[in-house]
């Protein structure tokens, strides 16, 4: 161990029940650091169950779930998010009566060290200032601007959707499912978006569209019924036979 | 890089736009000093220091309604202990002979409300919706009904009075004549609104906005929601116990009524009336209710139905309230298209009013038969004599509220068509919505 580098996130022997029906069998994961990882599976496997376990969402039943070589396992979700772990939402989630530069700028607030101050003028901090309008640009929304969320199109939310998760400067980002609903060239613009707000960060990804998995992903975990099945590059994803039989079917071959 | 980020970020206010800002205080603040010297009667005096207390109070309410989401069934409980402490400061001071003067009590009524907004905030505030409403009112009874057991505090029914004019005086004001409490008032809610409004503008009240819109979201960019709406619970309990104080000024005495289930539901009216999603909406609706309720209780004894009816009114048609109602207009003000709603609005008043005056006729005969139907059936109701008795009232309330409302539906509905023609061609004018 000594020397190496910890793992962005290692879950060992994680499992999760609600009652007596265990939804997530034993899982070990790991994403290195500066990883693109992409999470696949069928509906049902527990893929955003994983998700809601690592972001703190949910309590995992037992196990060890560590980011950076830290146990995170059992903390609140803000607590995890402070430790540099953010995530975005399947449904999308954002702040749907304040204006997309508001929803930014709620993001970057606490990474920007202002915590719960009551004593300072919110418009007088340029630094919550530059950075809002940063993300703002860089998730082509500048025209947005001033309009209320909750009133922007569906593959406008899921861009801001987006912002709000990288804003506060997460080293470790877990997106869920990004472009689920979205038009082909909907896709290909969240995916190059996608692709360079997370340069020199940790993504962890789920997502049902293989091109964009396989376009995306340096490596790839299957997950199916609760387990983690296969795990690997690409190419040894494509040839497992394991993950051929459950999951790809006919048209991987 | 930097020219974009600077061109992606709203620009400053201009200088035209600071001058507006400052410029709308310095507008108050003059307002508030001379509105004494236009209209200076006794009680057009305490009718104003009773709105200013008021308004604190709806805005304070408005920390957890409108900016955080919380819907509390028991603010009262800080106004009233604030009030309560004011009075057993004030008896304090003036005992032991303390060099403290009268305006600074108001502060000891918003640290009691602190206190014990800090003290019981802390469970109530874990949750928000249904769980803290239903906190809120428990707490409410729970304080209220001790304030008629622990009779040595609170003074049971008839509670603790004290007298304000034998603190240390200012500028040689003692505090008696009804004037100086007005500017004492009034310099408070001064003082109380900027603060509130500043309130809104630092990263706390933008994150209260946030755990209003999604508290599940805001754990996910680093802040725990409990606390945003803990520290909120916090600022609305220190200006109610201010208000609370003010009032307790005001009428020289504090009772239970202060902390009672009416209180708290008077500053729930006043807020929503007035529009929960703009700042001005309580300061609106508190001026609103408290001439509401002085007005009607003279001219109706049942004066209390018609403010229900009222507040159902507008939480069924109004939800945004007066001010989000004037607030629908401005995109046709900006658009030029105004004039062609208000002939609808005229053809649609006179229907409404008919079936409004149908239903008053018809409440109060009802409430002569139900409360004196012995007595001579020639009443009067806001002014107007009618006869409770005679078949013709009947008929006319029955007919006025019938076709009324009839007529009022078809042109309310042709208000709706109105409007949404107005809007459009503002929208093609260039004004965004």
């Known amino acids: 161990m000594s020397g190496k580098e910890p793992n962005a996130i290692e879950l060992r022997d994680v499992e999760k029940s609600f009652g007596i029906t265990k939804v997530i069998q034993t899982i070990n994961l790991k994403v290195a650091q500066g990883e693109r990882h992409a999470l696949i599976g069928p509906n049902g496997a527990g893929k955003s169950t994983t998700f809601n376990l690592i972001s703190g969402y949910m309590k995992p039943t037992s196990g060890s779930i560590q980011l950076r070589g830290e146990e995170i396992a059992g903390l609140r979700p803000f607590q995890i998010n402070r430790r540099g772990l953010s995530r975005s939402f399947q449904v999308t989630n954002v702040f749907g009566n304040m204006t997309v530069w508001e929803n930014l700028r709620c993001a970057v607030l606490w990474a920007t060290g202002q915590r719960y101050a009551f004593w300072k003028n919110i418009d007088k901090l340029p630094e919550v200032r530059e950075r809002t309008a940063r993300i703002l640009e860089d998730i082509h929304l500048v025209g947005r601007r001033d309009v209320p969320a909750g009133l922007l199109t569906y593959a406008e939310q899921r861009a801001l959707e987006i912002g709000i998760t990288i804003a506060g400067g997460a080293n470790v980002i877990l997106l869920d499912e990004p472009t689920a609903g979205m038009s082909h060239a909907e896709t290909e613009r969240a995916v190059s978006l996608i692709r360079r707000l997370t340069e020199g960060r940790t993504l962890l990804i789920v997502e049902h569209d293989m091109s964009v998995v396989f376009g995306l992903a340096d490596r790839i975990s299957v997950l199916v019924y609760g387990q983690v099945i296969a795990s690997g590059t690409p190419e040894e994803i494509r040839g497992n036979p394991k993950v051929k039989e459950a999951y790809l079917g006919e048209e991987a071959a | ?433």
């Open chain 2, 1 to 433: 890089m930097r020219d974009i980020t600077v061109s992606a970020a709203p620009p400053p206010p201009a200088l035209a736009d600071k001058l507006k800002f400052y410029g709308i205080w310095v507008g108050v603040a003059l307002i508030l000093l001379l509105l004494p010297k236009i209209l200076s009667s006794g009680g057009s005096l305490t009718t104003f220091s009773l709105i200013g207390i008021s308004i604190i109070f709806a805005l304070s309410y408005n920390i957890l309604l409108g900016q955080t989401g919380m819907l509390s069934f028991g603010h009262a409980v800080y106004y009233g202990l604030g009030g309560f402490l004011a009075i057993h400061a004030i008896n304090f001071i003036v005992g032991h002979k303390f060099p403290i003067p009268l305006p600074l009590v108001p502060m000891i009524g918003g640290a009691t409300g602190l206190f014990f907004a800090a003290l019981i905030g802390w469970v109530s505030t874990q949750r928000s919706g249904t769980a803290f409403a239903m906190i809120s009112l428990g707490l409410a009874e729970l304080v209220a009904s001790s304030a008629l057991i622990l009779r040595s505090f609170f003074g049971g029914e008839a509670g603790v009075s004290a007298n304000r004019t034998k603190l240390l005086k200012v500028f040689d004001w003692n505090f008696g004549p009804q004037i100086q409490i007005y500017y004492l008032v009034a310099a408070w809610t001064l003082v109380a609104v900027i603060a509130m409004y500043a309130l809104t503008r630092t990263p706390l009240g933008r994150m209260c906005n946030a755990v209003r819109d999604n508290p599940e979201r805001v754990q996910f960019v680093g802040y725990d929601p409990h606390v945003i709406r803990y520290l909120a619970f916090c600022f609305a309990g220190f200006f109610a116990g201010i208000a609370g104080a003010l009032a307790a000024i005001n009428f020289e005495i504090a009772n239970s009524a202060y902390l009672g289930a009416v209180q708290s539901g008077t500053v729930l009216f006043a807020a929503y009336i007035g529009g929960i999603g703009f700042f001005i909406g309580p300061i609106v609706g508190a001026i609103f209710v408290t001439f509401l309720s002085l007005g009607l209780s003279d001219v109706t004894p049942v004066w209390q139905l018609y403010f229900g009816l009222f507040f159902i009114a507008v939480v069924m048609f109004a939800p945004g309230g007066i001010t989000g109602l004037l607030m629908m207009h401005r995109p046709l003000l900006k658009g030029g298209t105004m004039l062609r709603v208000l002939p609808s609005y005229a053809v649609a008043l006179l229907p409404t009013l008919a079936m409004v005056i149908g239903l008053m006729l018809a409440i109060e005969s009802t409430v002569h038969y139900t409360v004196n139907p012995s007595e001579n059936p020639h009443i009067r109701a806001f002014g107007i004599p009618f006869n409770a008795a005679s078949p013709l009232t009947w008929a006319a309330a029955l007919a006025l509220i019938v076709v009324g409302f009839a007529l009022a539906r078809l042109s309310w509905r042709r208000v709706g068509h109105a409007w949404d023609e107005a809007l459009t061609t503002a929208r093609q004018n260039g004004v965004a919505a």
